[in-house]
């Protein structure tokens, strides 16, 4: 007897995802070579990072309610409730800041509203407890038995569903860098790559959290550390979803240069990152340096408000 369909069998994602090397003289000049590793070309509704956390946590859930959290302009909303609506699994999503619930939804929340996903309102004072027992407890006495996926997908299912993204580059790069918003990402990839090769996360929010929490999935996704990483944390440009007009020129050059539309909240910080990291020295003369692009303009995730 068979079970259902897997998610990655329904949905098709473009996996591996295209790896291109762009020629660009601020990387060349130091002897170092940028290679891009489309993510963002995974599959149109759920890209990047996104699909790659969210696919285990959904085959696990089995066609069973998935409740997750995210703030007004959350990438991690809007996917789970395209996947809901793609996979035929119902959608609830815990929303940051109960004074939305008296406004007009923004395009982001109208999309997970007309995708199905049912939303829930909460001040921020509980949303900060979100993970405490008690909070989770309310939420299953309102919505019943729920499958809980935490703020931005990342738990250890999500990092064992990142190591196929380390495992696509193992052997074609020498250091493989990824934004970093809340982990989980960056603790899958690094357990992918090969022996030799490190992983790089360059932080979009600030508050100094991020390498524990690194840790923290390795050990519950693997049982122990697992890769070379590191973190860059000089980046964030004042916080999530922060930006400046420095960014935003150097994320509209780079556009000019290479043809390649450049999401703001994550991968403007990455490009911008790689490239000051690269005039200081920091990759070795004939590194070979993959960019993760997680995430396109199209994405939903725009303004200050955004969340993981």
């Known amino acids: 007897m068979t079970g259902p369909p897997r998610p990655d069998a329904l949905l098709r994602p473009r996996v591996p995802s295209p790896l291109r090397e762009v ?5 060349a000049r130091h002897g170092v070579r940028l290679l891009l590793k489309r993510d963002d070309l995974i599959h149109p509704e759920l890209p990047g990072n996104k ?12 066609g069973r309610t998935v409740l997750t959290f995210g703030g007004a302009y959350s990438n991690h909303l809007r996917a789970t409730a395209a996947a809901g609506r793609l996979l035929g699994f119902p ?3 815990v929303v940051r800041g109960d004074e939305l619930a008296r406004r007009p939804l923004n395009p982001s929340l109208a999309r997970c509203a007309a995708d199905g ?5 909460v001040d921020r004072t509980t949303y900060r407890a979100k993970a405490a027992p008690e909070v989770l407890e309310g939420l299953r006495r309102l919505f019943g038995e729920v499958v809980v996926v935490p703020e931005g997908g990342s738990n250890a299912l999500a990092a064992q569903g990142c190591t196929a993204l380390g495992r696509e580059l193992a ?4 250091v493989a860098a990824v934004a970093c918003g809340t982990g989980g990402t960056l603790a899958g990839l690094a357990a992918g790559l090969d022996t030799g090769q490190r992983a790089l996360g360059v932080a979009v929010v600030g508050g100094g959290f991020l390498a524990a929490e690194v840790a923290r999935l390795q050990r519950e996704a693997f049982g122990a550390p697992a890769g070379e990483w590191a973190l860059e944390e000089r980046f964030t440009f004042g ?3 922060r930006t400046a007009p420095e960014l935003d020129a150097f994320a509209a050059d780079f556009e000019d240069r290479h043809g390649l539309p450049v999401e703001r909240v994550y991968v403007a910080k990455l490009l911008f990152a790689l490239t ?3 005039g200081e020295g920091a990759f070795a003369p004939g590194a ?4 993760v692009v997680t995430g396109a303009p199209g994405d939903p995730l725009q303004g200050p408000s955004a969340s993981r």
């Open 23 to 27: 020629h660009d003289e601020r990387f």
């Open 91 to 93: 959608t609830i999503g």
């Open 276 to 278: 000051a990291l690269a």
């Open 117 to 121: 996903m049912r939303l829930h309102f």
């Open 288 to 291: 070979r340096v993959a960019a």
């Open 171 to 174: 052997g074609e790069v020498d």
């Open 239 to 241: 916080g999530y979803a």
């Open 51 to 62: 699909w790659r956390k969210l696919a285990l946590n959904l085959e696990a859930a089995a």
